[in-house]
């Protein structure tokens, strides 16, 4: 740090302020100016100030209160176990009198049984994949003080006594929950969850697709904000605590909305109360997983066909609602393999799956020759001839050449390159309305922008581009009609088009999905910079290629 050793404010104060709550972390460092060092000292003083500052305002101690009078819902969605797995009773292996009377070999054998981590004893995960940065305080190898074995026989007593001081070392270890545990001898398989795709009506009217995931360890049904936010959902006040692994605070609600949850698969719907997270957890399954065609699965129409893909869960359909959801129903098969349960959205897929195996074949058989390395060289610094595009590209490539076609008055048409989220796009008419009717208000103060916008609309229509909708047509059905709305850009700088109206195809609709986000990107028609800068440095070396372009 290139700090004298008798000057130690650096040290003294990160680990001060590691101590602090995030609030006055940030008022300590909205208090720090310049690039200066700050002392010890002047944490001290801000320390005292703003505990005299809380004291005056009567906020201290205030924040535990209102936690502990909040009204909370426990969601256990993927918890672990805090019980101690040895006797089965509320305290950490650690501290389990069987586990502290047993001998250092019997420790051991304890652990393997459990399957439980050599180095924290915690039961989620294996030594391999431990984030403990703690040690044996013995021989410091990744290991827990109570499992070291040393080359002499030792007494029960000393090991009980060792036992105490290890147990008493490792309570203040900070814990961290894994969420998704995999063991070493089954990294070839993955828990699957049940999730479904439902329909849900939107604010206007319209059906959205969202993923469901049917979670019976939560008390409550939460949906992300995101979602909420697409769907247009009329939003309530609600402010609960949400408590989930070790009944720890995990998170608070951002309001609470009400929905309706209709099946892909058949005429079932449910009515159902949701609260609104910022969001309702991973992407789910986490790994790709195998589609096998399971014999007792075959011929069940699944409520989330896409079950083996990782997305992301828009809603979390709790244990309060899941006796209206499930039905009779259920298929079991052999070991790592789904179990299929009938619910109202469909058969829903949970239990251990197969992971999806990726097979990499190593070559290492190498020939350098020297008239291939020239070659490769010229063929690198040579100017490329044929324009390489990347998969997209080359789908709107073929798309083209598959759609396009020549009307009889000789002019080309195309159909849309569409993409995945067509299904996603919303209702966009009353924007389209909206749009329309301040362009109105804005030309009823302009009567002069109005003739040329009136002549513009008049020539789009007598040149085919525009045509009245018939009345029978003028519905909306969600993912097949977009209406786009337009605006008019008046430009006194361009003598030839000072007036033109401009449609928008990137105005987002209901669901925050415009026309041109369900587009495909094709390649660059114009020449990139480096070929352009190659014309032009070929032309000017060659005068006679240049008159020839400047006749043409």
């Known amino acids: 740090m290139k700090q004298p050793t008798e000057h130690w404010n650096s040290i003294l104060i990160y680990i001060t302020t590691e101590k602090l709550d995030p609030e006055t972390k940030k008022y300590w460092a909205m208090k720090l100016v310049g690039t200066s060092i700050p002392t010890f000292n002047d944490l001290n003083q801000f320390l005292e100030q703003h505990i005299r500052g809380l004291m005056a305002s009567g906020q201290l101690g205030k924040s535990a209160k209102s936690i502990s009078q909040g009204k909370t819902a426990a969601s256990h969605h993927i918890s672990s176990n805090s019980k101690c797995v040895i006797c089965d009773t509320e305290h950490s292996v650690y501290q389990c009198k069987t586990f502290v009377s047993a001998t250092v070999a019997e420790r051991n054998n304890l652990v393997k049984k459990h399957r439980l981590c050599f180095n924290c004893l915690r039961n989620d995960h294996r030594l391999s994949t431990c984030k403990s940065y703690s040690t044996c305080r013995k021989c410091q190898k990744k290991h827990h003080t109570m499992l070291h074995l040393d080359n002499s026989s030792r007494g029960k007593g000393d090991d009980s006594s060792d036992a105490k001081n290890s147990s008493s070392a490792n309570t203040g270890e900070k814990e961290v929950a894994s969420h998704f545990a995999s063991e070493e001898d089954n990294e070839d398989t993955h828990v699957l969850l049940a999730t479904a795709i439902v329909k849900v009506i939107d604010r206007s009217g319209g059906q959205q697709l ?11 049904s939460f949906i992300s904000e995101a979602c909420a936010r697409n769907l247009g959902l009329k939003r309530q006040h609600s402010n609960i605590t949400i408590t989930g692994i070790s009944g720890g605070v995990s998170a608070s609600t951002r309001g609470k909305v009400n929905l309706t949850l209709h099946s892909t698969t058949n005429d079932h719907a449910i009515d159902i109360h949701a609260l609104v997270l910022k969001k309702v957890t991973g992407w789910l399954p986490k790994f790709m997983c195998e589609n096998n065609d399971w014999m007792h699965l075959n011929g069940l129409q699944l409520a989330d066909p896409h079950y083996f893909q990782p997305g992301n869960i828009d809603i979390l359909h709790g244990a309060d609602y899941t006796g209206s959801v499930m039905l009779e129903g259920i298929r079991k098969g052999k070991r790592n393999t789904p179990i299929g349960q009938l619910t109202m959205f469909g058969w829903v897929l949970s239990g251990t799956v197969p992971l999806e195996q990726q097979r990499i074949i190593h070559a290492h058989h190498v020939t350098i020759e020297a008239e291939d390395i020239l070659q490769k060289f010229w063929e690198i610094e040579e100017i490329p001839t044929v324009k390489h595009l990347s998969p997209v590209e080359q789908q709107c490539e073929d798309h083209f050449k598959a759609t396009y076609s020549r009307r009889d008055d000789g002019k080309f048409e195309v159909e849309l390159p569409f993409n995945s989220k067509l299904e996603q796009l919303g209702n966009s008419k009353n924007i389209a309305i909206n749009r329309l009717k301040q362009v109105e208000r804005r030309l009823a103060k302009l009567p002069e922008q109005r003739q040329q916008y009136n002549k513009f609309m008049s020539d789009y229509i007598s040149l ?12 909306e059905i969600v993912g097949r009609t977009n209406y786009l709305p337009h605006h008019y850009v008046m430009k006194t700088a361009h003598s030839a088009t000072k007036f033109r109206v401009v449609f928008d195809g990137s105005a987002k609709s209901s669901s ?15 020449d990139d910079c480096s070929t352009v800068l190659v014309y032009i440095a070929t032309t000017l070396s060659n005068p006679s290629h240049s008159s020839k372009s400047g006749c043409g």
Not at 512 to 524: D, E, F, K, Y
């Open 464 to 475: 085919g581009h525009m045509e009245l909708i018939p009345a029978e047509e003028t519905g």
């Open 512 to 526: 925050g999905v415009s026309l041109n986000g369900c587009l495909q990107v094709g390649p660059t028609v114009q």
């Open 210 to 220: 969202c993923r469901v995931l049917l979670d019976q360890g939560s008390q409550a």
